[in-house]
């Protein structure tokens, strides 16, 4: 899985510069056809011009058939940041010899040198072991064929499709606890978890679209249908449970899960810990939720007007219980809405007690 921290991201954004389907990626992949290697530094700047010796200056628009004949010649070639132009080729590059490398090719260890002193992407294309590297900063990855990537890919997305099937489950589960009031830490523990193990396979799969490019539509497209809702999913059950329900407190328990490790995941005490509900004995205690879940199915309910209901009645059960009359002292709401309210919670309420039972 591709990190995605600062560093990560400068990773993924270069994965994506030369993902199938681009100019750059036919490039590479005519170098390596051609039984040829390549050094490619995309991007220039001072500290560059500093460490490179030789070559000619070009300044010419960059194709890949261009990039191909180049990487015929000794030395390496020199990209703008944007890949638009090819700006120096047969350039000799020494970077300081003192930046660790665990690499052994010459041309490997060039290249991981170089991205480590200028922080600029370079692009490895060995000529023996027919294989493209990308190096950002201290991060190596191996370029792999589409073919692979897709094998581990739907690997994942059969993975995932049987975990939001449980996620499903279990999110009805609980709303039918929410409205006979029946909900323990416990039960609010086991969906964040699911929640979250959801989300941590999209993310794995979005790094393989990420490197697909043009390959990865049909399985962009899989992943959009499979996690839609998930995100609002995550914030609506903790703006339900957390003590507090601001956007502040909720943005720092979604990365405090985030940051869980796998173990720590599938431990209920240690998701109710980090969702500061209870400690490991307390897991079977009883807990009320606020309503914004429930309301968010609600057809046509702005959330604001949510919002506003969860702050006047100050829980799901008093919602639950509130006529058309009690809905209607609160802001933003009139007569056909506080209709549409109550008969949204009563169908929901319904439909849930069915499914459960």
Do not use: C, W
Not at 106 to 116: D, G, K, L, M, Q
Not at 155 to 176: G, N
Not at 218 to 234: F, H, W
């Amino acid at each position: 899985m591709i990190d995605r921290t600062e560093a990560g991201g400068a990773l993924r954004a270069t994965l994506a510069s030369i993902a199938p389907g681009t100019a750059m990626r036919d490039g590479l992949e005519r170098i390596l056809r051609g039984r040829t290697g390549a050094l490619i530094v995309l991007g220039y700047d001072e500290t560059v011009e500093a460490i490179s010796s030789g070559g000619f200056q070009l300044d010419v628009p960059f194709t890949a058939t261009g990039l191909r004949e180049l990487a015929k010649m000794d030395g390496a070639i020199i990209l703008t940041a944007d890949l638009h132009t090819i700006h120096r080729a047969a350039v000799h590059l020494m970077p300081d010899m003192r930046i660790p490398s665990d690499e052994t090719g010459t041309r490997h260890r060039t290249a991981s040198r170089v991205a480590r002193q200028t922080g600029l992407p370079v692009v490895s294309v060995s000529q023996s072991m027919q294989l493209i590297a990308a190096y950002v900063g201290e991060n190596r990855h191996v370029i792999e064929e589409s073919g692979q990537i897709l094998s581990r890919a739907n690997q994942a997305l059969a993975t995932l499709e049987r975990y939001r099937a449980r996620l499903d489950e279990v999110a009805s589960s609980l709303s039918a606890l929410e409205i006979e009031d029946l909900v323990t830490v416990r039960d609010v523990a086991t969906v964040a978890q699911r929640l979250e193990m959801v989300t941590r396979i999209a993310q794995e799969i979005e790094d393989y679209v990420l490197e697909l490019g043009s390959d990865g539509r049909l399985l962009s497209l899989q992943l959009d249908e499979l996690i839609t809702g998930v995100d609002a999913d995550r914030e609506l059950v903790l703006r339900d449970y957390l003590p507090s329900d601001s956007e502040d407190d909720v943005a720092a328990t979604l990365a405090r899960i985030g940051a869980l490790s796998p173990t720590d995941l599938v431990d209920p005490s240690q998701m109710a810990k980090t969702l500061g509900l209870a400690t490991a004995i307390d897991l079977d205690s009883p807990v009320s939720p606020r309503g914004h879940r429930l309301l968010a199915r609600v057809p046509r309910l702005p959330q604001q007007v949510g919002d506003r209901l969860v702050e006047h009645f100050g829980g799901l059960q008093k919602l639950l219980s509130a006529s058309i009359e009690d809905l209607l002292q609160v802001e933003g709401v009139g007569e056909q809405r506080a209709r549409g309210v109550r008969e949204g919670l009563s169908r929901l309420a319904e439909s849930s007690i069915v499914e459960r039972y």
